[in-house]
């Protein structure tokens, strides 16, 4: 896999009563690590260059993650590519190396005017997702109810 790791610091108030880091306390991480990746790679927010938003967020709850002083651990990598979007694999690792989530973010990018609608790519950025490129994310998928 093409793997990046970023690290991100836990707050204790991300814990909730039952002990372990709440749902949105992992969506909270998951934005940290998305930004502090997409900034490694010439991309983020201050970058100035292409303006862009999250669209869909998927996230499977492997086990708990727990509190630790040590920072989370979120192995990411571009997982799609498309016209106007990409995709954002994570794989969130506890303190103890175990795979507490797997999550995927579609990102889209948009003209930057105020109609916000879906713009190509441009080629810069396409060149420096497509280095990024890894698996997909081996989503646990849900049994169709009858």
Known sequence: MNNHEVLVPMRWSDMDALQHINNVSMLRLLEEARIRFMMRFGSGPDSGRVTMFVAHQEIDYVRPLLYSQEPVRILMRVTRIGGSGFDIGYEVLGADGETAALSEASMVVVDGAASGRPAPI?????????????????????????
């Open 122 to 146: 441009p080629d810069a950025l396409r060149a420096q997702l497509e280095e990024l490129l890894g698996e997909p994310v081996p989503f646990r998928r849900r049994r169709e109810s009858v």
